[in-house]
């Protein structure tokens, strides 16, 4: 193990992990964004809105991430329409993670009883004020593990931002690797790196997860 080696080419995963971070982050976001939307238009079984729907999360769901960003990063310029690579990648993570976002929220949307949302309209609130104040709350605590498990999982996906020409961790790594043959110390920087940024993740996903069981259920 090349220990100069390491310490020489560490600062280059440590900039490309910042950069990992930062689309993984905001796809996320976008991602959250995404599927809150469609599983509320499945809720409310919003009539052709939700043909729609159903259409996108089975093409999202069924097509790589991979393929995703070839179309966007190769096929759309043949129509006339250019992203930059960072724009790519959003879309193509945020295009991906709504569609298991969307199944994530529409599973605690549909824990909540009917009759809660009749209470609440009974007492005089309005369909949005039920939504906010009673159904989406429960909701957003059950659906706290997969939300969860879909933050790790898409943070991985970002793993191949390099086809996009990205210098993301996976595209050092492989740089590395072609120019200097040193596999085992690049492939250990990506490890780590990796770790770095998803340890984290998973513990403060397990924290939130026995929180929440804490407070609706106690000891």
């Known amino acids: 193990m090349d220990i100069g080696f390491i310490k ?17 982050i905001t796809g996320i976001l976008f991602s959250m964004a995404v599927g809150l939307i469609c599983s509320l238009i499945e809720y409310y079984r919003i009539p052709l809105l939700r043909q729609v729907t159903a259409f996108y999360i089975e093409l999202s769901r069924n097509t790589p991430l991979l393929v995703q960003l070839f179309f966007l990063y190769f096929g759309l310029p043949k129509i006339g329409i250019m992203l930059s690579s960072e724009c ?57 593990p997969a939300l969860c498990a879909n933050v790790i999982f898409l943070i991985k ?3 191949v931002f390099s086809v996009v020409a990205l210098a993301d961790l996976m595209y050092v790594a492989k740089d590395l690797i072609g120019l200097y043959y040193q596999t085992d110390e690049a492939l250990l920087m990506l490890v780590i790196s990796y770790l770095v940024l998803l340890l984290p993740v998973s513990l403060a996903a397990g924290w939130l997860e026995r929180r929440l069981k804490f407070a609706g259920f106690g000891n």
């Open 88 to 144: 790519c990648a959003v879309i193509g993570l945020s295009f991906l993670g709504g569609s298991y976002m969307a199944e994530a929220f529409r599973s605690g949307l549909e824990t909540i009883e009917k009759g809660q949302v009749e209470s609440a309209l009974a007492l005089g609130l309005t369909h949005p004020q039920a939504m906010r104040y009673v159904v989406f709350p429960q909701a957003l605590a059950v659906s706290i």
């Open 8 to 24: 020489e080419y560490f600062p280059m995963y440590v900039d490309a992990a910042k950069l990992t971070l930062c689309l993984g």
């Open 157 to 159: 996906e970002t793993s």
